[in-house]
């Protein structure tokens, strides 16, 4: 029983950590399709976008490193 709420509690926090740099990527993404925003703007939102991605790739590496343990 313990055993199936700990995994329980890791898909859960493995899915909070995939979908909200998503869902970030996603809404800068659609702000950015508007073109109606400045220069500097469309210049943070990209790096944001850039950060998010990063910490994707991150996240994945992590988990592909906790399977092979």
């Known amino acids: 029983k313990e055993l ?7 898909v859960s926090s493995v899915s909070h950590e995939l ?5 970030t990527i ?3 993404t659609r702000v950015l399709q ?3 925003i400045s220069f500097a703007e469309r210049e943070e939102f990209l790096e944001i976008i850039a950060a998010e991605c990063d910490r994707q790739i ?3 590496q992590n988990l592909l490193d906790l399977s092979r343990i």
């Open 58 to 60: 991150d996240f994945v």
């Open 19 to 23: 979908r909200t740099p998503l869902t």
């Open 4 to 10: 199936d709420r700990l995994k329980s509690e890791f």
């Open 34 to 36: 508007r073109d109606r």
């Open 26 to 28: 996603k809404t800068l």
